[in-house]
């Protein structure tokens, strides 16, 4: 059944797809008044019916149309109009972005968004027809001029049917897609004629209304080239995606349900209330039970691309309801998920950008990212890596600050910025300062070298020379170079000093010193994660989620030193951005009840079900999810989430353009057993 409902679904999508427009022609009359559509022939109103050729009078309450039929009082010509094309079918014979010089002589139906006209007198002027595909600049000659398409507000719609011209050469526009050709209109239909907008839609640069204003209207923002541009990439990297699974490999694609229970430990969940008493679905963070139940079930191979939900605040790169590409095999390895996900990707990238990444990517372990990079998605773009420099700090040393860094568990950690003098003033030092203050630490050790090797830092007097050259040749530093350090505990420090050098990429760049290739893509598996961690409260919490496999050679340390187990969970990071994780999964009922219920200390009977179905035969499986609204702005050099997502939620998670979150009725708060207090 599965697979049947896969092929009915990849049919529909297939046909949906079909480039063949859907011509035809019909004699569908006003509901208003039993008329056809009025054109603009001439400058002039003229109805469909061939008994008004007189156009369209002004009209008021109780008044008639100037052919004497009763219509629907105080509406404008213009309006009265487009009133009268409510439901009437379009005969679209081309799209705009479809024309080309190949259809010079044919007569084209296209419709579209009027943009600024150019009247160049009373009996020429240009006027460019926008839709989905692209523009094309249509010519209203002097047989159409008058009160016609030109005069109309920007962002009207509008029916046109004309004769495709090549444009004389001195006319012809390369950088457009149809810049060869041109419409010459032979009668024009309004459609909809456009009142002020808030904001022009085709802004750009210091021209483009703010995010919110833009978020308020959304469906306005929706006709920027940037943003069709990128859902239009999106929908076909979907369509690739389930290509690449089902055609290639074999992969089921199964919805699995959005309603189910609360689960502990992750993200906040969002609780949704039902009419029985003080019982509550939740809507999922992920597919993942699901997903292992499936591969219990036999299924053997399953994706769906999954709508998730998180109750957590939202950011650049985060909203509260997102998509991933979600997989599971049975009876896989690491190697064989990774594989896939390797060629799912490089294909992704052929198809979005024209890039192919070179397979198999690089890997690095979480040890060696963190002590490198202070964090577990490393920017592989540029250098500045860390580098402990404890071992130069002597017995004698006499700042109190380097103190700190000597002794079991403590470490400095520092990064050297080439030529960073140009750049780090005392302003933008005092600047690094704040920043640091604000993610928690005290501060950082900046300091500026000179010709001789000599520091320019408050802490230069209390450093021995002997202490000073050796951090200096450890960090290879130049005269010109500016070394930041920071001292403590070492995660701590690494931690720090990993937000530190994002920090000083971005305020190099914003100097003018491009060190990252925004063109450049440094895929990267990151592995050996630590199986638990402890939160701000000392908790121990599980570092992914409580369905990863522990590595097998460490599993005899779960009962003693749980800290020091690794997972068999594996990321892919592109650039600084995690795109996605996987692991293998616990299949073995027993070791999975020991960690939720003995390691973590949580209650099982949330997860009963499904160690009940491990105890059943299940088998070795594995899986992966990529972030899916996260990779397509990663691939465009988006900002933000919300330049690849229809209807993006703000900052704050919530939806400008309708007002939600809102308040509900008390009482229809009730059928749900909920008071607010």
């Known amino acids: 059944l599965a697979r049947v409902r896969g092929v009915v679904v990849g049919s529909a999508r297939a046909a949906l797809r079909s480039k063949t427009p859907a011509v035809h022609r019909s004699s569908v009359l006003c509901g208003q008044c039993q008329r056809r559509p009025a054109l603009l022939r001439g400058g002039r109103w003229v109805s469909?019916?061939?008994?008004?050729?007189?156009?369209?009078?002004?009209?008021?309450?109780?008044?008639?149309?100037?052919?004497?039929?009763?219509?629907?009082?105080?509406?404008?010509?213009?309006?009265?109009?487009?009133?009268?094309m409510a439901g009437v079918p379009i005969d679209r014979t081309h799209r705009c972005g479809e024309l080309r010089e190949k259809h010079v002589g044919e007569e084209v139906t296209v419709c579209g968004w009027v943009q600024k006209?150019?009247?160049?007198?009373?009996?020429?002027?240009?006027?460019?027809?926008?839709?989905?595909?692209?523009?094309?600049?249509?010519?209203?000659?002097?047989?159409?001029?008058?009160?016609?398409?030109?005069?109309?507000?920007?962002?009207?719609?509008?029916?046109?049917?004309?004769?495709?011209?090549?444009?004389?050469?001195?006319?012809?526009?390369?950088?457009?897609?149809?810049g060869a050709i041109e419409v010459e209109v032979q009668s024009a239909t309004i459609l909809n004629v456009a009142e002020s907008l808030p904001f022009p839609p085709d802004g750009r640069g210091d021209n483009l209304a703010n995010d919110l204003l833009r978020q308020q209207y959304r469906y306005l923002d929706l006709r920027r080239v940037e943003v069709q541009r990128a859902l239009r990439v999106r929908s076909s990297l979907a369509l690739l995606a389930r290509r690449i699974l089902a055609d290639r490999h074999d992969f089921l694609e199964i919805e699995t349900p959005t309603l189910f229970k609360r689960t502990p430990g992750g993200a906040a969940e969002f609780p949704v209330p039902t009419q029985n008493k003080g019982e509550f679905y939740s809507l999922v963070q992920s597919p993942q039970q699901f997903k292992q139940l499936l591969m219990v079930g036999g299924l053997d191979r399953y994706f769906q691309i999954a709508r998730c939900y998180r109750d957590e605040g939202g950011r650049g790169d985060?909203?509260?309801?997102?998509?991933?590409?979600?997989?599971?095999?049975?009876?896989?390895?690491?190697?064989?998920?990774?594989?896939?996900?390797?060629?799912?990707?490089?294909?992704?990238?052929?198809?979005?950008?024209?890039?192919?990444?070179?397979?198999?990517?690089?890997?690095?372990?979480?040890?060696?990212?963190?002590?490198?990079?202070?964090?577990?998605?490393?920017?592989?773009?540029?250098?500045?890596?860390?580098n402990e420099v404890s071992d130069h700090l002597g017995s004698d040393t006499k700042s109190n600050i380097l103190k700190n860094a000597i002794g079991?568990?403590?470490?400095?950690?520092?990064?050297?910025?080439?030529?960073?003098?140009?750049?780090?003033?005392?302003?933008?030092?005092?600047?690094?300062?704040?920043?640091?203050?604000?993610?928690?630490?005290?501060?950082?050790?900046?300091?500026?070298?000179?010709?001789?090797?000599?520091?320019?830092?408050?802490?230069?007097?209390?450093?021995?020379?002997?202490?000073?050259?050796?951090?200096?040749?450890?960090?290879?530093?130049?005269a010109g170079d500016v070394l930041v350090?920071?001292?403590?505990?070492?995660?701590?420090?690494?931690?720090?000093?990993?937000?530190?050098?994002?920090?000083?990429?971005?305020?190099?760049?914003?100097?003018?010193?491009?060190?990252?290739?925004?063109?450049?893509?440094?895929?990267?598996?990151?592995?050996?994660?630590?199986?638990?961690?402890?939160?701000?409260?000392?908790?121990l919490r599980s570092t992914h989620h409580v369905f990863t496999a522990p590595v097998v050679e460490d599993v005899k340390l779960?009962?003693?030193?749980?800290?020091?187990?690794?997972?068999?969970?594996?990321?892919?990071?592109?650039?600084?951005?995690?795109?996605g994780g996987g692991s293998i999964r616990n299949h073995d009922a027993e070791v999975q009840r020991y960690i939720v219920d003995d390691v973590l200390g949580e209650d099982t009977r949330a997860f009963q079900h499904l160690i009940t179905a491990l105890s059943y035969g299940a088998p070795p499986h594995g899986g992966m999810a990529l972030g899916f609204d996260r990779l397509v702005m990663v691939l465009l050099g988006a900002d933000s989430l919300r330049d690849v997502l229809a209807f993006p939620k703000s900052f704050a998670g919530r939806d400008l353009m309708g007002g939600s979150p809102c308040a509900v009725d008390a009482e229809y708060l009730r059928n749900y057993h909920i008071e607010v207090k």
């Open 117 to 178: 006209s150019r009247i160049f007198s009373d009996s020429l002027a240009f006027v460019p027809l926008r839709d989905g595909t692209g523009l094309v600049q249509l010519t209203v000659g002097e047989a159409v001029v008058g009160d016609s398409i030109q005069k109309l507000p920007a962002e009207s719609v509008v029916s046109v049917t004309g004769i495709v011209c090549k444009r004389p050469p001195k006319t012809a526009n390369d950088k457009m897609a149809t």
């Open 48 to 84: 469909g019916d061939s008994g008004n050729r007189g156009g369209l009078g002004t009209t008021t309450s109780g008044s008639t149309t100037a052919a004497g039929t009763p219509h629907r009082a105080s509406l404008p010509p213009a309006r009265l109009a487009t009133a009268m």
């Open 485 to 539: 350090m920071a001292v403590g505990p070492t995660a701590e420090a690494q931690a720090l000093m990993g937000k530190v050098r994002l920090w000083c990429a971005d305020t190099v760049e914003a100097a003018g010193i491009q060190i990252r290739d925004p063109n450049a893509f440094e895929f990267l598996w990151v592995d050996g994660f630590p199986l638990f961690e402890r939160d701000d409260d000392g908790i």
């Open 408 to 478: 079991e568990g403590k470490s400095l950690f520092g990064l050297c910025i080439p030529g960073g003098q140009r750049v780090f003033t005392a302003k933008v030092t005092d600047r690094l300062q704040e920043f640091v203050r604000g993610v928690g630490a005290a501060g950082v050790l900046v300091c500026q070298v000179n010709d001789d090797g000599e520091w320019t830092s408050p802490i230069a007097r209390h450093v021995e020379d002997t202490t000073r050259n050796g951090i200096n040749a450890a960090f290879k530093a130049d």
């Open 318 to 386: 985060r909203q509260p309801e997102f998509t991933q590409i979600d997989l599971e095999m049975s009876f896989t390895s690491q190697a064989q998920i990774e594989n896939i996900i390797e060629e799912l990707v490089v294909e992704m990238w052929k198809d979005g950008v024209g890039v192919e990444p070179v397979r198999p990517f690089p890997r690095m372990s979480y040890i060696d990212a963190m002590t490198r990079f202070g964090v577990d998605k490393p920017d592989l773009r540029f250098g500045m890596e860390l």
């Open 558 to 579: 779960l009962a003693s030193n749980p800290e020091q187990v690794r997972g068999q969970h594996f990321d892919l990071v592109l650039n600084g951005v995690e795109l």
